[in-house]
């Protein structure tokens, strides 16, 4: 009895879905963010979006998964190589918005945009007895022995696109780097929030190369840390939104990447503490300009990944 | 009569085939066919290859291995003792103390983990509160291992103290009229016939350790200790996707939980251990008399170390206003709180899917286990043993691979009418991944129960059915019963096929608290477990109370 109700429920859900004034939205975070476009959005356009949000390799593991029969819309996630290769599989559909005018050249692409920019950053826990670093090779000093931490690569995109571009900045001298910071007993425990917690708690002090948004919020949360970018450069992780080529619903998805790019999508992205993708919505935080940005060659970096993750583990994880 | 046990049988099999078949058969498909999920079938075994080329797969496949034995060993170390007194003894509390070894259950294990290391990790609460801290430990092959058991080792406890009760003090008493003393008969009579019961136990917690992502994750990667599951969860979450690779080694681990269930199975079966023939059991329990306050210590003491410690760092984070500030009374906040009692809030929310799914999957877990241990047990049909194989096969699946089966079984093109993208495929997927539980707890009590019962009832003129409800049923509620709990607990902060399930928009507790623990605030999804356990724990412990007055209880036989 109870199962029939449940079916007939699911039943209702399957008729709800299949309405054209609703469009399907994968996410990677910020966490509240795509709740809150998805609401805006529904409150100006009538149109309901249902938010699946994860992290990126969720995300892709199930759009992946789905193939056969993909179910979502609108995607954004936090790697810009990711974009590319769904286009270069043909799974992306064609569009412009007119509202990415404002977005600087580099960040717009025909079949995909920037929705917001993150940069990668050294966090530093203000009460640790570690001096204050200001440079990446600073974290090599004896000072840091043991309090060091970093995202792993080979779980968070941007990570990747940092030791890519540390590469393409200094050759050979970025290895002696990650090379010297693993003789200094850095850890890499996982993801971001994994690099990130032991250094909120003062188990270490530093982490090297962290998505920079999430803890300008957790300082302004009163969080004792302090994000601080190397003068020397760093890299950027634009975060690529796109439509799927598979999309029942164009329009409104069409409707939905205007919005976001819209000055009022833009202004909620910003406070997530992110750069807006628009160069002409004001950030939280120091934006593009304030920073030395290490230009990457997306696809040489992309045709090395095993390589240089490979490499990496070598070199630091010793596996 | 014969009609009926053929209805039932082929319900079970369609049951268990739908459930947990279809799922395996499509990632058997995709470990053969790496571009199956794009529909093509092209490029056959053409990824076996990194079965033999990788000697990092070797290594992981025996840390798994030595992980899962330290695991098991641990568990009995934990389980075993407090489960023997609990059940030949009158603990005081006994019913509190089950509920609160079903704690451990409650917590998902990636916050018991975090919970652990902002406790044991330098500077954590340990250090803030006494100087010193235990990071070394923590971050070792023996602090992984120690974590996981704390995790597990209440399966043991409950299989265990729910056997001894079953077969109880009058076989002991047998003994002990042709000379024996206490221990010897404890050791040569009551221990070894409660044996299938502590194998099964074992089995789960063998394949939960094999299976199970949170800890070894938070944990062992400090350590660069890997372990199977951690390599298949980088295939299906790095970039690029690797699904072929990932369902490769499913296969291995799926091959490793049925090598260990042939054995399990081989000494359940090799003799009888049945106990429960009907005679009139003297049910009551050994007082423990001047041994009570030891006893009651050692119970608190296990308690403590495996609830008490991991849910207070898990309160104390939830109230404190930074991670940064430590444990000072001008850190104590309760804002973390507030977006959680937000009316209408996503929260809430997340609380009442996951509410509804836990108890729909106890239900329906405990109708369809029952039946197909009863037909393993006692029926004679020939695909019984192919059953039986098929009901724990889920427990070696890691839950996010069993998810990807599911997505392809049930987002194919071609069927007419598809659940994905509603909630019931989350319903779907947990029956699934929770099935082992009430099929292995009714397995083990069938195998107690003797089938002259049965034909006692039938040879007093009862039909087939009418002796399955009256006689086997009733005995078979306990574990049944206790199952259900377990799987209520389990379903209730599911994260893992959550999270690749869930349709776009519909939210449960565990994919709530991660996404807090990724992007948002530690403290808040720290909140969002506290409310949740509260909830469940009382639950649980009403449910218990209840029992308790109707004359039985879920942990006693």
């Known amino acids: ?319 | 009569m014969l009609r009926a046990q053929s209805i039932l049988t082929t319900l079970a099999a369609a049951a268990l085939l739908v459930l947990v078949g279809l799922p395996v058969l499509f990632i058997l498909l995709q470990a053969v066919f790496p571009d199956f999920a794009r529909g093509s079938l092209v490029g056959a075994f053409s990824k076996l290859a990194i079965l033999t080329e990788n000697d990092r797969l070797l290594m992981q496949a025996r840390n798994t291995l030595m992980l899962a034995f330290s695991v098991m060993l641990g568990c009995l170390l934990f389980g075993l003792p407090i489960g023997v007194l609990r059940g030949l003894f009158h603990v005081p509390g006994a019913r509190i103390w089950d509920v609160v070894f079903l704690i451990p259950f409650l917590i998902p294990p990636f916050i018991a983990a975090i919970a652990w290391m902002m406790t044991l990790q330098p500077r954590g609460y340990l250090f803030q509160l006494l100087g010193f801290d235990m990071g070394r430990f923590l971050f070792s092959f023996a602090g992984v291992a120690f974590v996981m058991t704390l995790n597990l080792f209440p399966l043991v406890y409950f299989a265990v103290s729910r056997a001894l009760e079953m077969v109880g003090g009058r076989f002991a008493s047998a003994a002990r009229v042709h000379g024996a003393r206490p221990v010897q008969a404890f050791f040569l009579i009551t221990l070894p016939l409660s044996i299938p019961a502590i194998a099964a136990s074992l089995l789960i917690v063998f394949a939960m350790s094999i299976e199970e992502f949170g800890t070894p994750a938070a944990l062992a990667a400090r350590t660069g200790f890997d372990v199977l599951v951690t390599g298949i969860y980088t295939r299906l979450s790095d970039w690029p996707i690797d699904l072929s690779g990932a369902a490769l080694g499913s296969v291995i681990l799926m091959a490793m939980v049925l090598a260990a269930f042939t054995l399990q199975n081989w000494i359940a079966t090799r003799r009888s251990y049945v106990s429960q023939t009907g005679k009139p059991a003297d049910m009551d329990k050994a007082s423990l008399g001047p041994w009570r306050w030891p006893v009651l210590g050692l119970f608190l003491l296990v308690a403590l170390i495996s609830v008490g410690v991991p849910l207070a760092a898990i309160a104390v984070t939830s109230i404190t206003g930074t991670i940064s500030g430590g444990l000072t009374w001008s850190n104590l906040d309760t804002r973390h709180y507030m977006p959680l009692f937000q009316s209408g809030s996503r929260a809430a929310q997340a609380l009442i899917t996951s509410g509804w799914l836990a108890v729909l999957t106890a239900f329906a877990t405990a109708a369809i286990g029952g039946l197909v241990a009863y037909i393993v047990v006692r029926g004679t049909g020939r695909g019984r043993a192919v059953m039986d194989g098929l009901s724990v096969l889920p427990n070696a699946i890691p839950a996010i691979v069993l998810a990807v089966g599911v997505i392809l079984a049930w987002n194919s093109p071609f069927l007419p009418l598809t659940l994905y993208g509603t909630s019931a495929i989350l319903l779907i997927a947990y029956i699934g991944i929770l099935l082992p539980y009430p099929i292995r707890y009714a397995v083990a009590r069938l195998r107690q129960i003797s089938g002259s019962l049965d034909d006692a009832a039938r040879v007093a003129g009862a039909g087939q059915m009418q002796a399955l409800r009256h006689i086997t049923l009733p005995l078979m509620a306990p574990s049944l019963i206790a199952a259900m709990m377990l799987v209520f607990a389990i379903a209730s902060r599911e994260l893992v096929a959550s999270i690749m399930l869930a349709p776009a928009g519909l939210r449960t507790v565990g994919t709530f608290v991660f996404a807090q623990f990724e992007q948002g605030s530690v403290q808040t999804g720290m909140a969002m477990s506290m409310i949740a356990i509260t909830i469940t724990s009382g639950i649980l412990l009403a449910v218990n109370l209840w029992l308790a007055r109707q004359g039985s209880s879920a942990f006693s036989g």
């Open chain 1, 1 to 319: 009895m109870l199962r029939t109700t449940t079916f007939a429920a699911a039943l209702g859900l399957l008729g709800s879905f299949a309405q054209a004034d609703t469009l399907t939205f994968y996410t990677a975070g910020p966490g509240g963010l795509a709740d809150a476009l998805a609401e805006a959005f529904q409150a100006e356009t009538g149109i309901t979006v249902n938010v699946f949000q994860g992290t990126t390799g969720q995300v892709m593991a199930r759009l992946e998964a789905e193939e056969a029969n993909p179910q979502a819309d609108v995607v954004v996630s936090a790697s810009w190589g990711s974009a590319r290769d769904m286009h270069a599989r043909g799974l992306l559909m064609e569009y412009l918005s007119p509202n990415a005018a404002e977005v600087p050249d580099f960040l717009t692409h025909s079949h995909y945009v920037a929705q917001g920019i993150s940069a990668l950053a050294m966090v530093w826990n203000t009460q640790s007895t570690a001096p204050r670093p200001t440079e990446w090779a600073d974290l090599t000093e004896e000072a840091y022995r043991d309090l060091i931490t970093m995202p792993d690569p080979a779980q968070s995109g941007a990570a990747f696109d940092l030791v890519a571009g540390l590469e393409a900045a200094m050759g050979d001298a970025a290895w002696d780097l990650l090379a010297g910071l693993a003789a200094n007993d850095m850890i890499v425990p996982g993801p971001n929030a994994a690099a990130l917690n032991p250094v909120l708690q003062g188990a270490k002090a530093v982490v090297f190369g962290a998505v920079d948004y999430i803890s300008y919020g957790q300082a302004a949360g009163g969080e004792t840390i302090e994000v601080i970018v190397p003068a020397s450069g760093t890299v950027i992780a634009p975060r690529p939104m796109m439509i799927l080529q598979s999309t029942q619903n164009p329009d409104a998805a069409k409707a939905f990447v205007d919005f976001v790019l819209s000055e009022a999508g833009q202004n909620m992205v910003a406070q997530t503490w992110m750069m807006p993708a628009r160069a002409d919505v004001e950030g939280l935080r120091p934006g593009i300009n304030d920073l030395t940005v290490i230009e990457v060659d997306e696809d040489a970096v992309a045709a090395r990944r095993d390589d240089i993750i490979a490499r990496f583990n070598a070199t630091v994880i010793n596996r």
